[in-house]
């Protein structure tokens, strides 16, 4: 059910990022359309997850732009200046925009219900009864109904980050951000978790994947990027480019993970 | 060596898969040290039993004495409240101390500095005679305005309110560095996720960092507590009414000093005591969600930790 439209959900024009004095995106271009599966590879320290980061305005950018669904993010354009957004308003932005990270980051002090109630009650004032209705769909829906109260610390890391993706579907975000969401798990857990992932792709949803697992990108995703040194160097057809890759530090980065 | 389903060793193996049951090297020092300790306190005990000049019907007769009882209800009022108003003292000094804005740093700074860096008895007295440097309060416009209600310093500056500012005022200083440590044990990464969600930093602080931080500022928070039972002690400087004010006034009467110190440690150690058994249940309230690990590792265990059949 891929709607094609115009406009694509992300939109990146020449974003550069530094960290004090260090370049770590340099001009990156990049469009997600609506519904498909952006996967981006690249060695550690090339600015993935910064990249990821940008799109949802967890960091500050120092030149470029970034629309998400139409939107710029951070700033309001009037006349040829741009005003900076207040607190509230970069909340109601990052709101629609879920993001799953490395290290889960469940909330420890809440059980996994919880966890996906969360965001709905603080963030939306849903009412506690209608939150924990959802949630129970979604704990359904990544296969964790029978773990509902259970607190992070009893879960195996695939489960919790079942619980961390159902956490973000509870906001019903249009757009979803996954950082290297396999990375910190145990070989036999990764499956789980790219199920989950590979449900959520064929129902339609837009996501922007960091990872490692190039089985993943060649069977899910619409569209693959190399990052490497804070620009972008490869891109294309996951399946062609994984099968003839042109650039030559690709060709070695492949030669590693593969 | 094989290990059956249910985790139990097969038995009549050899003796290396015996269980240890080894005699312990005998500890000749161990022995002379505890009977060395127990003497001294039997004896300890015993000469302050048999000491005449206790007076122990003197102190059992004051024990619940109507003044004492009183002092009593002062020292845990100015102990509750000054806690509390201490607490939410320091958890505003902390998140304006760990805030991005120069002035509020600077303020929080200046506070904590101030507060830990002049003594508590000093502070207690200055509150108590504030009157001499500002007669009248009100509300109204600032630098000398007109004033919409007005109060004399002398009428609102009793005893028991110079205490609790002094107390409160000089707690939260010492709160805010517990609570600063408390937040900032917090893995970012916790924020980060709670941010991602659309939180405001309000939220962020209110749903997520603090009740996680709550497991660090606890513990230290009951010693806090506790300490501060027989802190109060100090209000006597200033006639606060409170336990051991009360305990003097009445030995200047029946001059029974030790006595009445008795009177009021006994009640000190009584509170005290309630205070760390209530510590106790707090900390294992706020261990939620960490303390399931241990428990899910020991049930796991469980099977390896059978006697052999
Ligand atoms: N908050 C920060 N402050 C300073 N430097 C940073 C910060 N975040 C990232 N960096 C630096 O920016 C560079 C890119 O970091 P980034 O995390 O985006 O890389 P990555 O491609 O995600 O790497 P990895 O595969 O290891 O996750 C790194 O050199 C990192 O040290
Ligand atoms: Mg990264």
Redesign the pocket.
Known sequence: MTIMQAEPMVKIRSLRKR??S?E??KGIDLDVPHGQVVCVV????????????CVNRM?TIDSGRVWVDGELMGYAERGDRLHLLPPAELCRQRRPIGMVF?RFHLFPHRTAIENVMEGPVTVLGASRAEARRQATELLERVGLADRADHYPSQLSGGQQQRVAIARSLAMRPKLMLF??PT?ALDPELVQEVLAVMRDLAASGMTMMV?T?EMGFAREVGDQLVF?DG?VIVERGDPREVLAAPKNDRFRTFLGQVL | MEVTPTGQMPTGGSPVELPINAVRPPRPGRLIGAAVALFFMVWLAYTVIVNENLHWDVIVSFLMDGRILGGLWVTIQLTVFSMAIGLVLGVLAAVMQLSDNPVLRGTSGLYTWFFRGTPLLVQLIFWFNIGLVFPNFGIGVPFDGPKLIEWQANELITPFTAALLGLAINEGAYMAEIVRAGIRSVDPGQREAAEALGMSHRQVLIRVVLPQAMRVIIPPTGNQFISMLKTTSMVSVIAGAELLTVAQRIYLGNFEVIAMLIVASIWYVVLTTIASIGQHFIEKRFERGHAALGARVRRNLRPFAKEPA
């Open positions: 960290f004090g260090v770590v995106l690249g060695p550690s320290g090339s600015g993935k997850s910064t990249l990821l980061r960091e490395q950082d290297e990375s960091v490692h990052v804070g």
